[in-house]
């Protein structure tokens, strides 16, 4: 119930950016209003993705969650591209993974530790996650290296510019060839690796064991397929609206901000997007189901990864706005070595909350980091 008050108080934000942009008010306060109003919506995406999975099966809910699971981060950056702010699109790829993978896992195992002095996860599906990520850092490095050496932007821009878009097409489209390929090797060929967990909930609420999971997953087949889908297409057209209020806001409310735009980009926008869904992490986590709550952080950063970013390339060529993978060399770092620290933290597919302690610690260190950056 408190939950849903929460929600339903958020949703005031809406009209509110509404007005504010209508009547000019300042720019700061317009932009802080669409970006509150975004988190409902975006949650309400997540909810109705969620209920139309139930009917359709694994395998379907997880195309749907690929399809309409990642929309607000793909109308705000599309809105963003359209506006020509490309070092914002890109600094929310980098925050909306680092986010996921640092600082959403880390206060989830900080969340779990604390009620159960150790937690044991599926190190299957941790590890593919891991080793996926990985993959989409080697196809974000190519071209920006190649960018500040071979073909060097400052020398023969036209040429080198259309050789590293062309680069950039050829490598989104093999980014999106594995995550297809990791559904279909989760869900379909080794979907026995995977659904452990998912079975013992079964089980679970078949026996009226499990309280929270229970009434969450009985909720699951209340909504019909015509309310889903009435409720995702409202929401969407809300995430428009407030993707187009918040990029027209967004350089103006920097500075007055005092903000760089990669600041605002990774640690703002990449969060907001996913803010709803990192609240189920933290009490699937308190209530020892880790593995759904690992599936959360670690899945939404391999997503944005490995489809957000790549199909933005793809968007770019439809819109005629170009887009390339080549993304400064903090962003860089900062990815390699937060998939390096998650690799590490779960290759014994055990957690406890210091663990979680030392994720959101480097979260916060990079944060800084974009903070000076710019």
Excluded at 90 to 112: C, E, F, P, R
Excluded at 125 to 149: E, H, K, V
Excluded at 276 to 302: F, V
């Amino acid at each position: 119930m408190t939950k849903h008050l929460i929600l339903y108080i958020l949703l005031l934000f809406i009209p509110a950016a509404i007005v504010s942009d209508l009547i000019h008010s300042d720019h700061y306060v317009t932009f802080v209003f669409a970006c509150v109003a975004l988190i409902p919506l975006s949650k309400m995406i997540g909810d109705s993705t969620e209920h139309l999975g139930s009917h359709y099966g694994a395998t379907a809910g997880s195309l749907l969650n690929v399809t309409f699971g990642n929309a607000p981060e793909l109308i705000i950056a599309t809105s963003a591209m359209n506006a020509g702010l490309f070092t914002l699109v890109k600094a929310s790829i980098t925050g909306s993974i680092l986010g996921n993978i640092l600082l959403i896992l880390g206060l989830s195992l900080i969340a779990g530790g604390f009620r159960h002095k150790e937690q044991r996860f599926n190190k299957e599906n941790t590890g593919m996650q891991t080793s996926m990520l990985f993959i989409a850092i080697i196809g974000l490095t190519i071209p920006t290296i190649l960018a500040a050496t071979t073909l060097n932007l400052s020398t023969e821009a036209n040429s080198n510019g259309q050789k590293i878009q062309v680069l950039s097409e050829l490598v989104a489209f093999i980014l999106l060839a594995v995550y297809v390929c990791g559904i279909i090797f989760t869900f379909v060929t080794h979907k026995h690796l995977f659904t452990q967990d998912n079975e013992t909930i079964e089980a679970e609420i078949q026996n009226g064991k499990t309280k929270g999971i229970v009434n969450k997953d009985k909720q699951l087949f209340i909504w019909s397929k015509r309310r889903c889908f009435m409720i995702l297409s409202f929401t969407i057209i809300g995430v428009v609206v407030m993707s187009e209020i918040l990029v027209g806001t967004v350089s103006i409310a920097a500075k007055e901000f005092g903000f760089g735009e990669l600041f605002i980009g990774a640690i703002i926008v990449g969060i907001i997007g996913n803010a709803a869904e990192h609240s189920s992490a933290l009490i699937l986590a308190a209530k020892n189901k880790l593995d759904l709550s690992i599936g959360i952080a670690s899945g939404s950063g391999t997503q944005v990864a490995l489809f957000v970013a790549p199909t933005l390339v793809i968007i770019g060529m439809i819109i005629h706005q170009p887009f390339t993978l080549v993304f400064t060399t903090f962003e860089l770092i900062a990815l390699l070595l937060a998939v390096i620290i998650l690799n590490w933290i779960a290759h014994d597919g055990k957690s406890n909350w210091f663990e979680g302690v030392m994720l959101t610690c480097v979260f916060i260190i990079i944060a800084i980091g974009f903070y000076f950056v710019g």
